[in-house]
């Protein structure tokens, strides 16, 4: 199926600091979503995104879609403890959720 | 009723063990799918259920066997597994399994299999 690259693999970031993870397709995706996992939990979904160059904020989260739509962003503003987790991005290759390998994000107090 | 519930959270098999993983959805979702996760990686696709029928068979092993008795349940039938199939076992469901669903997916808490 269709990939998605995700980088970068890990980012350990003080707390109050600004995180941004990256996804990138080869080909146009139709729609990305984004999901969140906590350690020892499972995938939430916290977004999708389907516009070319669409922006899309949740508090303190900006996520944005590429104008070719073959990749996108999660930008983080001023982390927190609570947003440790590993961040998903996911591309449909036109049947099911095909997911990049996910950024973990661990934040120092 | 906005959750997909799996069973059991936890399951210790031996390799000549039968067990079955269950999964329900209340949402009138009509996909639902499979996943297995080993640590520090992404969810990988086993199976897609669309509208109670198979729809994706991502070349799973025949060792595991799934089931979709009506549209609110999944199961996932297991026998003769191998230490390396033990993993996180994730069930999701979302509205269609084609048009794209501005609330995702829905996963379950997932079952954590050890195979000894």
């Known amino acids: 199926g269709q990939q998605v690259m995700q980088i970068p693999q890990y980012q350990h970031v003080q707390e109050g600091e600004d995180f941004t993870t990256y996804c990138n397709s080869s080909t146009t995706l139709s729609n990305i979503q984004w999901y969140k996992q906590r350690p020892g939990g499972h995938p939430v979904f916290l977004i999708q995104l389907v516009k070319s160059g669409e922006v899309k904020k949740q508090k303190r989260l900006t996520f944005q879609f590429g104008e070719a739509k073959k990749n996108s962003s999660l930008h983080i503003t001023a982390t927190q403890t609570t947003d440790v987790g590993t961040y998903f991005c996911a591309g449909p290759p036109g049947y099911a959720l095909n997911f990049g390998k996910g950024t973990s994000l661990l934040v120092t107090p | ?116």
């Open chain 2, 1 to 116: 009723d906005t959750e997909v519930t799996q069973t059991p959270k936890h399951l210790v098999m031996g390799m000549t063990n039968k067990k079955s993983l269950k999964c329900e959805q209340h949402m009138g979702h009509r996909a639902m799918y499979w996943y297995k996760q080993k640590a520090k990686k992404p969810p990988e696709l086993m199976f897609v259920y669309s509208y109670e029928k198979l729809s994706i068979n991502e070349s799973v092993p025949s060792r595991f066997s799934p089931e979709c008795p009506n549209s609110s349940l999944l199961n996932l039938h297991l026998h003769a597994l191998q230490p390396e199939d033990s993993a996180l076992y994730l069930c999701a469901s979302s509205q269609d399994q084609f048009r794209a669903d501005r609330d995702g997916y829905t996963f379950g808490s997932g079952t954590r299999l050890t195979v000894v």
